[in-house]
Structures are given as structure tokens and as C-alpha cells.
């Protein structure tokens, strides 16, 4: 089993619907968990960060945490077309250590 | 607030040469990371450094790498003898030290080809 792990799509959402990434971790110590957007050829860039179990909102993107089922996933409302790019879950392990883990990525694409 | 800074973009090279990239966090941020990241897959953990201390290496650091921070402010990471295998993009990041587990924010990073 992958530390982190993500459907790798293509996920297709039309615009203005909401897309639902998901993410799963096998470390039930896990404390921090991060979502990174990354647009092709470029560089992974933080959107959402959550410690605690329930939602996290910021503008269109609400982060939720169920950590009994070790369970991450993102939420965009209201998607635009500059919303497609690679999705990356990222999870800092109950390891002690610094490092993130991430998933593979989610590619989502916004239909006009 | 500048953001993280990577050194060069771009790097192509034949097997078997060295290379040295750089990275400058953002100012006053004393830890600093690198990740590789090949196409299709998320990025990698390869080293950590709080201020000039490597306090974590990856088993993905073979003996070909190697990485400083020397006065725990920019850092390069340098690859002797390079393979095919290298050809990433490499990825630096960097966050404040003040608490664990805070978001790391990433450089535009140096995509390296080897020829």
C-alpha cells in the first residue's frame, strides 16, 4: 500500500460545478496534511493546509479531514477553467520527521 | 516577501558530468528542502536541513549526491556522474522553523535532462 494515494484521473468537471478530489494516507499518526496545485511545467503551489478533523475553507476551496478514516479530499466550488491543473496530496507522516509524502496527483480538467 | 529562488531553470547535460544547482529560500525561512519529481508522478523527498544541519536524507540520495547549506542560508545540491535516471525536475522548498509541520512553499525548480 502507497503511503498517500490518489485517483490520477482525468477527473472532468463542467464549469461552475464543484470537483471533489479525494486522497487517502496509511499513517493514522499523520498530524498535517496539504494540498498543492501544480499547473503543467511548473512548480507545485500550496493551496489548502489542514491539522484538524472537519472542513477548512478558503474562498472556493474547502479542505476536509476524517482522520479515523484517514481520508483527505478538496473541494473547489464554483470551477473555472484556470482550476485545471494536477491536484497534489501531500501528508506530513507521524514519522518524526520533516518530509512530505505525496500522492501522484489528481489531473482535473474544467469543461467550459 | 520574495519567494523561493532556484538556480538555473533549465540544465542539460551529458551523462557523466556534474552538476550544481542552488536554491535560496524565503528570507528567514531555516528549513530547506529538496524533492525531485519525474513526469507523472508527485514529488520526492531527497534531503532536509534545519539552518546548516542535514538532518534527513532520503535513500533516493545515492553516494553521487550530495547537498550543503553551509551558512544556513542558501543551499546546493550537486550531482557527480550523472545517469539518465537524474533527468527530473528538482524541486526546492522551504518553510519557517519556529513550529513542525508548517507548509512548505516551492521554487520554480531546475528541470534537468541528461543527454
Known amino acids: 500500500q502507497k503511503e498517500v494515494e490518489q485517483n490520477s484521473g482525468p477527473l472532468s468537471v463542467p464549469e461552475g460545478a464543484i470537483a471533489s478530489l479525494n486522497c487517502t494516507y496509511s499513517?493514522?499518526?499523520?498530524?498535517?496534511f496539504f494540498w498543492y496545485r501544480q499547473y503543467s511545467g511548473k512548480s507545485p503551489e500550496l493551496i489548502m493546509f489542514?491539522?484538524?478533523?472537519g472542513d477548512k475553507e478558503d474562498g472556493r476551496f474547502t479542505a476536509q479531514l476524517n482522520k479515523a478514516s484517514q481520508y483527505v479530499s478538496l473541494l473547489i466550488r464554483d470551477s473555472q477553467p484556470s482550476d485545471s491543473a494536477t491536484y497534489l496530496c501531500?501528508?506530513?507522516?507521524?514519522?518524526?520527521?520533516?518530509?512530505?509524502?505525496f500522492g501522484q496527483g489528481t489531473r482535473l480538467t474544467i469543461n467550459p | 516577501d520574495t519567494g523561493v529562488s532556484q538556480d538555473p531553470r533549465h540544465k542539460i547535460t551529458k551523462r557523466g558530468q556534474n552538476v550544481t544547482f542552488r536554491c535560496d529560500p524565503i528570507?528567514?525561512?531555516?528549513?530547506l528542502y529538496w524533492y525531485r519529481q519525474t513526469l507523472g508522478q508527485g514529488p520526492e523527498f531527497l534531503t532536509y536541513f534545519q539552518n546548516e544541519a542535514q538532518l534527513e536524507k532520503s535513500r533516493l540520495l545515492s553516494d553521487r549526491f550530495s547537498a550543503e547549506r553551509p551558512k544556513g542560508s542558501f543551499s546546493t545540491l550537486e550531482i557527480q556522474r550523472t545517469e539518465q535516471g537524474d533527468s527530473a525536475m528538482y524541486l526546492c522548498?522551504?518553510?519557517?522553523?519556529?513550529?513542525?509541520?508548517?507548509?512548505?512553499?516551492f521554487g520554480d525548480g531546475t528541470r534537468l535532462s541528461i543527454l
Open positions: 499513517d493514522r499518526g499523520s498530524q498535517s
Open positions: 501531500a501528508v506530513n507522516l507521524n514519522s518524526g520527521a520533516q518530509k512530505l509524502v
Open positions: 522548498a522551504s518553510s519557517p522553523g519556529t513550529v513542525s509541520n508548517q507548509p512548505q512553499h
Open positions: 528570507s528567514e525561512h531555516n528549513r
Open positions: 489542514i491539522y484538524s478533523n
